[in-house]
Structure formats: C-alpha cells, structure tokens
C-alpha cells in the first residue's frame, strides 16, 4: 500500500515540479497568449520559487521529526491532505492562464513521446533495481540488469536523436553548443548532490551521533535556513552581473542559448534532468553506503547484525532507536561501520562537485536576450507586462497594430 501511494504521490508532485519552474520562464510559449517576463527576470523568479521552497525544506525535518517524536509516522502522511486541499483552493482561485483550447485531449496524447518514455522508465528502473540489491557487484544478478538498464539508457538517446518522435522528451536541437551540454551535466550533478546531503546527513545525526529525531531536526536548520539569504543574493547578482549561485542560475543559462521558440523545450528538459539527479542523488549514494557497510560488517562482535549489514539493510537500519538496543561496546562498533561508510559517501560527493567544478570552467558565456516584442489582444490584462518591461521591450503589438 505504501509503495502504491508513493506512485501516486510521485505521479503528482513530479507534474507539480515541472510546472514550477517553467511557470516564470514560459513567456513565449505557443500556448500562452502573452509574455510574462525577459530572460534577464527569469532568475530573480526563480530566486523568489526558491525562496518558499527553502523555507518549506528548513521546516520539513523539524515538523516530520516532532510528529514522528510526539504522535506517530501516519500523521506525516495525514499531513498532506490539508495542505495539498489548501494549494487546490489557492490555485483556483488565483491561477488564471489563458491558454488556446483548441486542442482535443486525443491529440494531446498524440504529442506524449510514449515510446521514448517506455525506454528511459525501462532503463532507470532496471539500473535502480541493480543498486538496489545487495549482492556482490561480480555477481550477474546485478551486472545484467545494471548493464541493460544502461543500454537501454543508450537506446533512449539514440531514438530521442533519430527523428521518429514528433515531440521527442529530450529535444536534441537542444544540446548542439558547449554551454548547454556542460549546463545539463551540471544540473544533474547539482540535483544529486542536493539531496544527497538532505538523505545522508540525518545518517550521520542518527547512527554515528545517535541525536534523537527532534534533535535531527533542528540540527539539520542551518543547512536548509542558510539557503534564504543566498536565494536572495543570488538573484541580485545573476541581475547584475550574470553570476550568481548554482540553484537558480543553472535555467537561465540552459535557455540562453535555445531560440525563442524552445523555451518550453528547454525548460521542460532542464526540469526532468533536475527530477532525474534527484532519483540518483539518493540510489547511488546509497549503493555505495551499503556496500561499504557490508564491507565492513566484519568489525561487528554481533552476529545478528552483521548479517543484516551483509544483506544491504545499513541504510534503512540507521537510526538512533536501533542502535540504542544494543550494548554500548556494540553500539560503538556500529557507529564506527556508519562514520567510515558516511566517509565513502562524502568522498564520491567531493569528486562529484569536482566535476561540476572543471565543467563549469569550459563553458562559453552567452548574453541573455532582450524583450524585443510583445503582442497584446488584451490590453488592460496585460498592461502590466509592457510596464514592468518597459526598460526591455522595442515594439509593442496591440491587436495586430505595432506601436514603436
């Protein structure tokens, strides 16, 4: 049932994700009437969308880690009835985006790249399962579905690349320069190492300094609270300079080279690689902690545990309740096994960001275009549009009569 509901769950919050962030930055999308920002606004946008989100993210392990301490773990489920029925209310009475209905719902599912989906759902879902079980990686229960899954990734890129889908996933008109290669690159290493940090430092919390979950919480503030301030000044300098922090400079600079025309392609890619990097920010790392806990299972007196370590479960078994239960020389022994196994996971983290580091000095710098035009059929909706750009935009279309 859990497992069910968390498919649910995700088929939502992953149509929530994407329309986030292409909500500021769609402004000349064939389906929209109008154009709601300039490429150099984008940032400053998404410094404000990010700006809630890190301030949901520094709430969340403090409010999940009383409930859980005070009541029980269903009512972290419950919790997101009321607010998920307040964000309904929100969004109907706020959200008002004209939009050509024109279209039917058949030829809607006509433009779904289906077969394209089917292969890189196959190709994650087998290379998951192989990092998700425990057995040697010499062993052909997890080299062959850890090979098919990586050429099935293969195949994905090679069918989106062939020309057969109409509106391929991944557009590959998208990554003919340097700059959005490296960009694409990036923003997978980013997303990955985000979360890795949120899944494994409560681990070090839990099972290496044995913190109670309230305590989890509040030690976890000052890596989500640190992220307001940044947004912020980040967006500034992105303004100013064109440069700022990664989280909310990686769009605009994956859109400023697409054409006008792409822009909804562009951000719908960058937004699915960011999903993407989330789902691998936590099956690698975890792969990685696990094998090297049964690595060093040996060090473990209890026999018992050891081979819970051996089978894999060091990941799930990392909480402060667990430990507890055993003798303090035991307790020591296993707190041992999870700082050296948390070590390894930080190390491939440090080489990750390494990467990101080198890539970034190969990019080449691309201007951030003007609002050139804009075309207007509703002029007092959309006097605010030209006035807010006013400083921007060259020539302003009212009705089908151009105004200089």
């Known amino acids: 049932m859990l497992i069910a509901g968390r498919a649910v769950q995700g088929m939502g919050s992953g149509r929530i994700i994407m329309i986030i962030g292409p909500g500021p930055s769609l402004y000349n999308n064939p ?6 920002s300039s490429p150099q606004q984008r940032g400053n946008y998404m410094a404000v969308v990010l700006l809630i989100y890190e301030i949901s993210v ?46 039917t719902f ?7 790249d289906i077969v394209g989906n089917a292969i890189l759902m196959t190709g994650t879902v087998t290379t998951l399962y192989a ?6 990686w010499s062993s052909w229960h997890k080299l062959v579905p850890l090979i098919l899954g990586f050429l099935a990734i293969l ?17 590959c008109r998208l990554f003919t320069n340097r700059t959005s290669v ?28 044995l913190d109670s979950l309230r305590r989890t919480g509040f030690a976890l503030l000052p890596y989500s609270l640190v992220g307001i301030p940044g947004a912020a000044i980040s967006a500034m300098a992105l303004s100013r300079w064109g440069a700022g922090m990664v989280l909310n400079t990686l769009l605009p600079a994956f859109q400023a080279p697409a054409c006008e025309a792409d822009q909804a392609a562009a951000t719908a890619t960058w937004c699915f690689i960011r999903t993407f990097g989330y789902v691998w920010g936590v099956a690698i790392p975890a792969a990685i902690f696990n094998c090297r806990a049964a690595a060093l ?41 999870y700082r050296e196994a948390l070590q390894r996971v930080w ?29 207007i059929d509703n002029f007092t909706s959309s006097f605010w549009i030209v006035f807010s750009n006013c400083r921007e935009i060259e020539r302003v279309i009212i009705r089908g009569h151009c105004i200089s």
């Open 106 to 112: 058949a030829r809607k599912l006509q433009r779904v």
């Open 58 to 103: 520094s709430l969340g392990p403090f409010i999940g880690g009383a409930i859980f301490y005070s009541t029980t773990w269903r009512w972290v489920s419950y919790l997101n009835l009321p607010i998920g029925g307040t964000s309904l209310v929100i969004l109907y009475l706020f959200l008002h985006v004209k939009y050509k209905k024109d279209m």
């Open 131 to 136: 990092l998700s079980i425990t057995n040697p």
């Open 182 to 209: 490296i960009v694409f690159i990036n923003t997978f290493l980013n997303s990955a190492l985000l979360f890795e940090v949120v899944f494994f430092l409560p681990v070090y919390f839990q099972a290496v300094a």
């Open 297 to 337: 299972s040996g060090r473990i007196s209890d026999e018992s545990l050891r081979e819970q370590l051996v089978k894999g479960s060091a990941y799930q078994l990392a909480a402060t309740q667990f430990i507890e239960k055993y003798p303090l020389e035991v307790q020591g022994e296993i707190r041992a096994v």
């Open 31 to 36: 389906d929209y009437r109008l154009r709601s």
């Open 155 to 171: 195949l994905f890129a090679v069918y989106e690349a062939s020309g057969l889908p109409t509106e391929p996933v991944m557009p």
């Open 347 to 375: 190390q491939i983290a440090v080489i990750f960001a390494g990467l990101a580091c080198v890539l970034v000095l190969l990019e080449k710098e691309i201007p951030l275009r003007t609002l050139r035009e804009i075309k």
